[in-house]
């Protein structure tokens, strides 16, 4: 068979057989079929279908097949980052400084510092959960960053179903999203700090602010079809820069859509754009995720450590609300349901973790637990959200 017709049948197995399950399974209501996606992608990876069916996945799945399949993993995941950019309400959190800082700061330091500690404790349990070039803070950190994810576009697909998107509460969880987010690039930016490379990432820190200047004098000149292609020039050149200053083109393409004016484009053209990527090109990457997946130390063992990650991100993000509730007097309930909400991982935390994968920074093994609990925390949201959310429709236009 030719490798064009193994990509394509390669294809069709990342296409069908998550939406099949999605949609004839009805799993709507606990996991959306981006999740569905993501776990079709574990599923169908070596650790899995791969054993059970060696034939298979070596006919499917050859490198030649998945080298094409990373080619459009890697800019499917470009776009999707520097649209979660683009869509930072950093303004609005401005205006509500005090309350958004506080929530947000609460919300991330609290699962960071749980994360962190279940991070030590698989070290000293032993294991290879260390990548080889990964040293124990940036493995602690990074384990830590991960438990404090916050997704934010997965939080908008799950807002949108509780009709609570455009409400005042809605609009105050992606205040504290918004911030999270600026928050777990940075943080994965200190992680990536190449000693090696410091001339150039302090290049690459000096000259982007000139270059960000060059762009919207640009931008600002420009219509809305040219915004589009100039705007995906721009994230190109971004990724590429970062890259090249031993970051991270994700790192890259996250400061070129931070930096790019939501007012620029039509607020339809952004959500048909970003709708289009997770149907079209997404699933490609949580298939080319999934076949990163290695239980190599046994499915026991690495269900165990998601667990112990999920218990530590879902505690952590739960204390942090609780604390931040009590400290701006909410009412009884409101931060139970605001720790739940802001509980989504799925897509932000698996791209982060992709990262620190490619550095070698955690190993395949940690690299799986985190994507299992990452999975499981995302598909409690609604369960957990939903009922609370239906006993207290009186908070949801709260300011």
């Not at 960053?145 to 949108?160: F, Q, R, S």
């Amino acid at each position: 068979m030719a490798l064009s017709e193994k990509f394509l049948l390669a294809m069709l197995v990342i296409f069908v057989i998550p939406w099949l399950v999605w949609r004839f399974g009805r799993t709507d209501y606990f996991a959306p079929l981006v999740v569905v996606q993501i776990i079709s992608g574990i599923v169908l990876g070596p650790g899995v279908a791969g054993a059970a069916f060696p034939g298979y996945y070596a006919f499917v799945f050859a490198p030649p097949v998945i080298g094409a399949l990373n080619g459009i993993a890697w800019w499917a995941v470009m776009m999707f980052v520097w649209v979660a950019g683009i869509e930072l309400d950093l303004r609005s959190a401005w205006v509500h400084r005090r309350e958004t800082m506080l929530t947000a700061g609460l919300a991330l330091a609290a699962p960071l510092a749980c994360g962190s500690l279940a991070a030590l404790a698989l070290l000293a349990l032993g294991g290879q959960w260390l990548g080889e070039k990964g040293a124990e803070w940036q493995f602690v950190l990074g384990i830590g960053m991960a438990c404090a994810v916050t997704a934010m576009p997965i939080l908008v697909l799950l807002m949108e179903k509780l009709t609570i998107l455009r409400t005042p509460l809605g609009q105050r969880i992606l205040r504290y999203a918004s911030l999270d987010d600026v928050a777990i690039w940075s943080v994965l930016a200190l992680i990536l700090l190449d000693w090696a490379r410091l001339g150039r990432q302090a290049g690459f820190i000096v000259l982007f602010p000139a270059a960000c200047w060059l762009y919207h004098r640009l931008m600002a000149r420009l219509g809305s079809d040219d915004r589009w292609f100039v705007g995906l020039v721009w994230l190109i050149g971004c990724g590429f820069g970062a890259d090249w200053a031993g970051l991270h083109f994700m790192v890259g393409a996250f400061l070129a859509g931070a930096v790019t004016e939501a007012a620029w484009f039509d607020r339809e053209q952004i959500d048909r754009f970003r709708g289009i990527i997770l149907t079209t090109l997404m699933p490609v990457f949580f298939l080319s995720t999934g076949l990163r997946t290695n239980w190599a130390m046994g499915g026991a063992v690495v269900f165990g450590s998601a667990a112990l990650l999920l218990v530590a991100a879902v505690a952590g993000k739960l204390l942090g609300t609780h604390l931040a509730g009590f400290a701006l007097g909410w009412p009884r309930g409101e931060a139970t349901l605001i720790g739940w909400l802001l509980q989504t991982k799925a897509l932000i935390m698996i791209i982060f973790v992709n990262i620190l994968l490619d550095k070698a920074i955690i190993s395949n093994q940690s690299f799986t637990a985190l994507l299992i609990m990452a999975v499981a925390s995302t598909m409690l949201t609604i369960p957990l959200a939903e009922p609370r959310l239906r006993q207290m429709r009186d908070l949801v236009d709260r300011i």
